[in-house]
């Protein structure tokens, strides 16, 4: 399971999927297609830095093989 705390801190949200649109970092949130939603997790200066964003949490991911994995969006 993947908890991510939003950039604003707002929400601690379980993840289903992550993608970068345009600047914006956006999770899948559901368990299933019927009851899925997205949310913005962060927003940053580029595409370029959301990108970046997104290397440090696979890197999180790939470093942790627990069950649970947390990761805090950045606040810049």
């Known amino acids: 399971m993947l ?5 604003n801190n707002d ?3 379980n993840v ?11 999770g899948i949130i ?5 009851d ?4 913005t997790l ?3 200066e580029s595409k370029e830095r959301a990108l970046e964003i997104l290397e ?9 093989d627990g069950f649970y994995i947390t990761f805090t ?3 810049k």
């Open 3 to 7: 908890w991510i705390v939003t950039q």
């Open 11 to 13: 929400s601690f949200v």
């Open 16 to 26: 289903k999927e992550v993608t970068v649109k345009g600047k914006n970092i956006i």
């Open 36 to 39: 899925q939603w997205s949310k």
């Open 73 to 75: 969006m950045p606040e």
């Open 30 to 34: 559901g368990s299933e297609a019927l």
């Open 42 to 44: 962060g927003k940053y």
């Open 56 to 64: 440090e949490l696979f890197m999180k991911m790939d470093e942790n």
